[in-house]
Each structure stands twice: as structure tokens, then as C-alpha cells.
């Protein structure tokens, strides 16, 4: 090992600190390979989660918090024609097919078509009852629990930029 004597008299040992900046990197360098390796099948499973528990809850009168606001915003987007028990089903089922699609990895672009179509639902009440969801002091929990789900959405392109980086098979 090799040393320089700095003015104060002692050694430096620059080699040493070589050494150990080369296991360091090395270290991290594993490390990013497995995050690289474990990271968007893990965001594609969490986001499937998440979809596959607030989806079932849906089926469940009474027992999903945003209930009133997904008959309201099948009213407004059905022109009246769908509401009530029928919206939250009809969202429920489209949820758990995406947490299923999202989980499995099975039929996953079909899933993240269907999830598109989430997402509209999702943001609507941002456009139909934005006087609802914004008061003078600010937003509501409501339009709170609407809008963390911009994190859903990049979540979403990250699995779907994985997802379709494969050619479309038969």
C-alpha cells in the first residue's frame, strides 16, 4: 500500500480509500441491479392491490366512502341513465379486473385499457362538482382522496411503459 505523509506528519493512505470506494460501488451496483430487477413488478402488484381491495369494498353498500360520489359522477357521465347500486357495481367490477389483471400479470394490457377508463371516472368529479370539492379554505377529503390519485396514474404509466415494451403476441 502506498502513502503520501501529509504537512501534519501522518500518512494517507489514497490507495485505501480506493479500495474502499471500490467495494462501495460494487455494493451498489447489487443493489441496483436487484431494485432494477424487483421494483415495477412490485409497483405492478401494489397498484393491482390497491385496485383489488377499494374495488371489493365497492360491492359492499354502505362500506366504501366514496359511494355517493360514484353514483354522482355515473349520473353525470350516463346522462341519468346509470346511478345508485348499478354505478358502484359496475366500478367495483372494473377495479378488481385491474387489480386482478395488475396482480397476475395475466391480460395486463386489457387491464390497463380498463384502468384508462378508471381514470376518467376517477378525475370526473374534478370537472362535475368542482364547487363541491373546493371551499374557500381549500379542498375537501373528498376531492383530497380524488387527488392522490396522480400517484396512481404515474404508477400506472411506469407498469404501462414496462407492459408494452414487448411486441403484441398471439
Do not use: C, H
Not at 460494487?26 to 401494489?46: D, E, G, K, T
Not at 376517477?122 to 373528498?142: K, M, N
Amino acid at each position: 500500500m502506498s502513502s503520501t505523509t501529509l504537512d501534519s506528519g501522518r500518512a494517507s493512505t489514497a490507495i485505501g480509500l480506493d479500495a474502499v470506494l471500490d467495494r462501495a460501488n460494487a455494493a451498489q451496483a447489487v443493489v441496483q441491479r436487484f431494485l432494477a430487477r424487483i421494483a415495477v413488478p412490485s409497483l405492478r402488484v401494489s397498484l393491482g392491490l390497491v385496485f383489488l381491495v377499494f374495488g371489493a369494498l365497492k360491492y359492499l353498500p354502505g362500506v366504501s366512502p366514496v359511494e355517493g360520489l360514484v353514483g354522482s359522477t355515473w349520473s353525470a357521465l350516463s346522462f341519468g341513465l346509470v346511478d345508485g347500486y348499478a354505478a358502484m357495481a359496475i366500478t367495483a367490477t372494473l377495479e378488481v379486473f385491474v387489480g386482478l389483471t395488475f396482480i397476475t400479470g395475466f391480460l395486463l394490457r386489457v387491464g390497463l385499457l380498463a384502468l384508462a377508463g378508471t381514470f376518467v371516472g376517477i378525475f370526473s368529479p374534478l370537472v362535475f362538482f368542482f364547487g363541491d370539492l373546493f371551499t374557500a379554505a381549500g379542498p375537501t377529503l373528498t376531492a383530497q382522496y380524488i387527488l392522490k390519485d396522480v400517484v396512481l396514474v404515474a404508477a400506472a404509466l411506469v407498469v404501462a411503459a414496462k407492459a408494452l415494451t414487448r411486441p403484441i403476441g398471439r
